[in-house]
């Protein structure tokens, strides 16, 4: 594949190379607007995105409030709105060869909330917001950064009626949802892949912040998928070789501003939230966004109730020193999702794909009375000081806390033989395995028993933006400690065998009574009981070599203490004893714009890093692994074409995977026999686009391909594709269409959906082939928004698609969900 790859990557950049000429003739006729943007105190609001409506032409202020830029002849406005901020609206006529002053414009905005979103700059076209402070920790708008991500905005959300970070990932092209969250302490939430590699939403604001449940989005501002490998700037605990998403959340600001809303749907949807500020004095601002969420399921069986709280506090105790203090609390009481898993491989059960099965896609095949508790408490404290203009300190303390008591109900597919080997009494004979034959599921669970896990993170950065001679330097110099505290236990319970559908059969009776009758019993548990520690130091300097010409240079340096994993009766574990391990991360990136800020080439090298801990070597000796990593070179082309009416990503990547763990024949010490010379490879092409050819239409388009496969593995996965990389080609599309200054203006209604290829969740020699079918999910929304209310109404799965996702197992999804909603700003 990677001819025609390469061949439609160079296509597209001649494509887009033909669009220049009009573009740079433009460019020549220009003159500049300055101005100073402050604050609702009359204090200087620094490093804020300003720009002119409907264009891609802006800047940010500096420290003292100023602004200016460069812009085409013409007449503009400059306006500054966004969620909680009055309206600011300039008008402005830029006059080419001239300057435009602009008188000072007051904002009604703390300088924290100012300083995390972008305020304007493309207020027209309203699903692009790419200058961030946390993908490279350094503050960078896209066109500056070398490495490709994408964002979700918190305006896209709103409009699609998504309330939740997994269903607003399908937004972000190269991502896809494997697992639905368990809500099991420990597990982070839901499951993805992403470039290859399974990955889950574990970051906050750039720093740790673990949820067990599905993520509320109440509390959003945007979302960042980032990626490739990142472990230089985030470390290795919370990234995988394929990326990251961090979610970025909502600030206080210094005026009062409350809005309620409520939402109701299919499937018993009721739902309230509330987004409440107030200034509690001169410089102190109090937000609270929170969410309570009811819900059944398109099953027979099914109920989830969850909660969300989101209070926060700014602190500006001088014109250097701030402070936010932030906590979030996700509290949830949910039925399991049906998980169905292999206990005889499909060779075994001779099935290649979900239609040679007989499942019953409404049926939950467990009664909704079981349900497990799930908790995460996670605060934050941040102090910004500024010790000049040009150099300033963040120092960040994360606390991350999760809890979980109760079953996981899951089902294992079983031949009609070993069905009757595990219904049988105890005594008669065993009868040879039968191919072919499928008509039974295995009833188990994996509950919880008051597992915690805890996780503590102190972080400081120092930002800096100075000149050598002609050249600039923009870094950050940081250090990190981690610390995390698992005292997970999970153990089983078996509940004999069902039918995998027969009518007459009371799948009901697979209910709390069983579940509560398999008492826990600690010598029967399986224990995830450890500690480690991470001390990292890391750096990276952005350099303005000219105007044009961007070079970027980063190292890590992680040193990774394992002090051991033990049962539960505190005895250490032979398996795995305590271990230390030092590893490094650099990272390279070059940009080059032929077009300043409007088109920018790029390339970059990327590492991540993970430390696989301990193995059993030939002669059953326990060696420690070595670290294994995952080196990314990727290239690529990014745009705000058009006055910033086309945006887009344009990127080809390769990742190679080494030091992969593979086993050999044989077993000792109760862990099978590895060697580490293993291999795997991962290489793709991603596209995404966000145009807004007129004002009143927005578009975003996504198309990502990914090739992975194991180089170098034992013979029965030799040059397979992992059954953890998903599907090799997805899709994603939106179109949003607003009605212009009419009576009816506010009006709109937008169509969408998602494509994902078929993926093989079972692919080997000994296990046979097993495919999840290929899907496309279309998506349709209507709403009607003015400045003090909002309704939305959506249709989700419109065509009411039965599909599944998973990894190693088959997981049903939702079908077609019709979701009203109306809130009212105070």
Not at 182 to 189: I, K, L
Not at 206 to 234: C, H, M, Q, R, Y
Not at 253 to 261: A, D, K, R, S, V
Request: glycine content about 8%; overall charge positive.
């Amino acid at each position: 594949m990677k001819k025609p790859i390469l061949s439609i990557s160079r296509s597209a950049l001649f494509a887009f190379l033909l669009f220049l000429t009009p573009v740079v003739v433009f460019a020549q006729s220009k003159g500049t607007i300055q101005g100073k943007v402050l604050t609702n105190g009359g204090k200087p609001a620094e490093n804020v995105s300003i720009g002119l409506e409907g264009t891609g032409y802006g800047t940010t202020t500096a420290d003292n409030g100023t602004f200016s830029f460069r812009a085409p002849a013409g007449s503009y406005t400059i306006i500054i709105s966004y969620v909680g901020v009055e309206r600011v609206e300039v008008p402005v006529t830029v006059t080419a060869g001239q300057v435009t002053n602009v008188q000072d414009i007051t904002v009604r905005a703390s300088q924290s909330q100012l300083t995390e979103v972008n305020v304007i700059a493309n207020r027209a076209n309203r699903f692009t917001r790419k200058i961030s402070t946390d993908v490279a920790k350094i503050p960078l708008n896209n066109l500056e950064n070398s490495q490709s991500y994408s964002v979700v905005t918190t305006e896209l959300l709103k409009e699609q009626n998504v309330f939740n970070v997994e269903d607003a990932l399908r937004n972000a092209p190269g991502i896809q949802k494997m697992w639905d969250a368990t809500n099991r302490a420990g597990d982070g939430g839901g499951y993805f892949t992403l470039r290859g590699f399974v990955t889950q939403t574990r970051l906050r604001n750039g720093i740790a912040g673990l949820v067990t449940s599905g993520i509320d989005a109440v509390n959003i501002d945007k979302i960042e998928v980032i990626k490739g490998p990142s472990a230089t700037l985030f470390g290795s605990t919370l990234t995988s070789f394929g990326g990251l998403v961090n979610r970025v959340t909502k600030k206080p600001y210094e005026t009062f501003g409350l809005e309620i809303g409520h939402t109701v749907g299919s499937y018993d949807l009721s739902r309230t939230t509330i987004d409440l500020n107030t200034p509690l004095g001169t410089n102190v601002a109090f937000r609270l966004n929170s969410a309570y969420n009811y819900e059944g399921s398109f099953q027979n069986y099914g109920k989830n109730r969850s909660f969300a709280l989101a209070p926060s506090l700014a602190i500006k105790a001088n014109d250097k020193l701030s402070f936010l203090l932030e906590s979030e609390i996700f509290i949830g009481r949910n039925s399991a999702k049906p998980f169905f898993f292999f206990y005889d491989t499909p060779k075994t059960l001779g099935v290649s794909k979900v239609s040679d099965l007989n499942i019953n896609y409404k049926n939950a095949y467990v009664n909704d009375d079981i349900k497990a508790f799930s908790r995460s408490a996670n605060y934050f404290a941040t102090m910004n000081y500024k010790f000049s203009d040009k150099l300033r300190s963040q120092t960040v303390f994360s606390a991350t806390n999760s809890y979980s008591n109760g079953p996981s109900p899951y089902f294992y597919l079983v031949s009609d033989s070993t069905a009757i080997k595990i219904a049988r009494k105890p005594g008669v004979a065993d009868l040879p395995d039968s191919p072919g034959e499928a008509n039974y599921i295995y009833n188990n669970d994996q509950s919880t028993y008051h597992s915690k896990f805890s996780a503590i993170e102190i972080q400081e950065n120092i930002n800096g933006d100075f000149n050598i001679g002609s050249t600039r330097h923009r870094f950050v110099v940081g250090l990190d400690f981690q610390h995390q505290n698992s005292n997970q236990i999970y153990y089983g319970g078996s509940y004999g065998i069902a039918p995998i559908n027969d009518p007459k059969y009371d799948y009901g009776s697979f209910n709390k009574i069983l579940t509560d009758a398999n008492l826990y019993n600690p010598a029967a548990a399986f224990p995830y009981i450890y500690k480690t520690n991470t001390y990292s130091a890391y750096a990276s300097d952005v350099v303005n070599i000219t105007d044009k010409l961007i070079a970027s240079v980063g190292l890590r340096v992680d040193r990774y203490e394992n002090k051991g994993s033990y049962n539960v009766d505190g005895t250490p574990q032979d398996s795995a004893p305590a271990f230390g391990q030092t590893a490094f991360s650099p990272k390279f990136g070059l940009v080059y714009q032929p077009i300043k800020e409007a088109l920018s080439f790029f390339a970059n090298y990327q590492n991540g890093f993970q430390n696989p801990g301990v193995y059993r070597d030939a002669q059953s000796q326990p060696v420690v692994a070595k670290v294994q990593n995952a080196n990314q070179i990727e290239g690529g082309v990014k745009m705000a074409l058009f006055n910033g009416k086309l945006n887009g990503t344009l990127s080809y990547y390769r990742i190679n995977l080494t030091n992969v763990l593979r086993t050999v024949q044989g077993s000792g010490g109760g862990l099978p026999i590895q060697v580490q010379d293993g291999t795997q490879s991962s290489k793709g092409f991603e596209a995404e686009i966000i145009a807004n050819p007129i004002s009143s239409v927005n578009i975003i388009a996504g198309f990502a391909y990914n090739d992975s496969k194991f180089t170098l593995a034992d013979a029965d996965v030799q040059g397979l594709r992992p059954n953890t990389a998903g599907s090799p080609y997805l899709a994603n599309f939106y179109a949003s269409y607003r009605l212009p200054s009419t009576v009816l203006k506010g009006l709109g209604a937008g169509f969408g959906g998602n494509y994902a290829s078929a993926n093989k969740i079972i692919n080997s020699v000994s296990q046979g082939t097993f495919e999840l079918p290929a899907y496309t999910i279309l998506n349709a929304n209507l709403f009607y928004e003015q400045p003090k209310y909002r309704f939305g109404f959506s249709v989700n799965n419109l065509a009411n698609k039965e599909y599944y996702t998973g990894y190693t197992t088959i997981n049903p999804q939702r079908l077609r969900q019709l979701v009203l909603s109306a809130s009212y700003k105070f």
